[in-house]
């Protein structure tokens, strides 16, 4: 994947990026990173991974030009503490990455943040503001267990009509606050301890950080937030494999290219 730069819309607020990511992530965070600086029409002051202690990682980062991140430092606990599986699958590190990104208001200091997946590449121009609303990115595809949590969570069904479970999302980080602040209030407890218990255990997709927070801004102001239909897609490939006219050529049609790479595409990523 060859790197050019878009232009920054100059009305467009500055913006910091967060990115959880674990060593196999290696096979798509450089693409990641590249398509961010080339793509987001904002200016970027500091992109953040969010890792285990991991030299790897460490040496993508200075390579890079991101701030590393110990996940250990995000939260009170570990993945440790979280147990969230059954005899056929393990949603515990699932569950801990998403709890990380919802206190990424204490990591980034922009008002706004960006957050996205380790393994999804811009391929087009995205604005994440524009005349003082929120654009969240869209698709018709969730899971019902994500809209029971938050009912528990918040008392109320989410009332966005689209899913904005993407795999990016910018977040602003007061409104962030005020739904932790909110769910907290409403459980008597500490919002990821709210989150966990709300979670139905049995079930394998029981959370989701950005419909839970996508619904909460939403719902408390839907006049203030833009959505756009996402055109993601997931390949089976490895990020690194594909021509620039290949990108092209998806780009046509697609907005970002997501590589769930659960095995086997775990040799990192050309810088």
Not at 65 to 79: G, R
Request: net charge positive; with cysteine; aromatic share 12%.
């Amino acid at each position: 994947m060859s790197v050019a730069t878009v232009s920054v819309t100059s009305s467009a607020p500055s913006i910091d990026i967060l990115i959880p990511a674990i060593e196999k992530d290696l096979a798509t965070l450089p693409y990641v990173i590249d398509s961010l600086r080339k793509y987001v029409q904002h200016p970027i002051s500091n992109i953040y991974i969010v890792s285990p202690n991991n030299s790897r990682i460490r040496q993508l980062c200075s390579r890079k030009s991101c701030v590393f991140v110990n996940e250990t430092t995000v939260l009170p606990f570990t993945k440790k503490a979280i147990r969230y599986s059954s005899t056929r699958w393990n949603r515990s590190g699932w569950l801990y990455q998403q709890l990380l990104k919802m206190n990424g208001d204490h990591i980034c200091r922009e008002k706004y943040f960006l957050v996205i997946d380790a393994d999804t590449v811009l391929i087009r121009p995205h604005r994440f503001r524009s005349g003082g609303k929120s654009i969240f990115y869209c698709r018709n595809w969730s899971q019902p267990e994500y809209f029971r949590t938050y009912r528990k969570l918040l008392g109320a069904a989410a009332s966005a009509p689209k899913s904005c479970v993407t795999h990016y999302m910018l977040f602003e980080s007061a409104k962030l606050a005020s739904l932790k602040r909110t769910i907290e209030a409403r459980h008597g407890m500490s919002w990821h301890a709210a989150v966990i218990r709300s979670i139905n255990k049995k079930r394998q997709f029981g959370f989701s950080e950005f419909e839970t927070y996508a619904n909460y801004v939403y719902s408390g102001n839907r006049t203030a937030v833009l959505l756009k239909n996402a055109k993601n897609k997931s390949l089976k490939i490895p990020a690194g494999s594909l021509t620039q006219s290949q990108i092209q050529k998806y780009a046509g049609s697609y907005r970002s290219l997501s590589f769930h790479q659960r095995k086997g595409y775990s040799t990192p990523g050309k810088p």
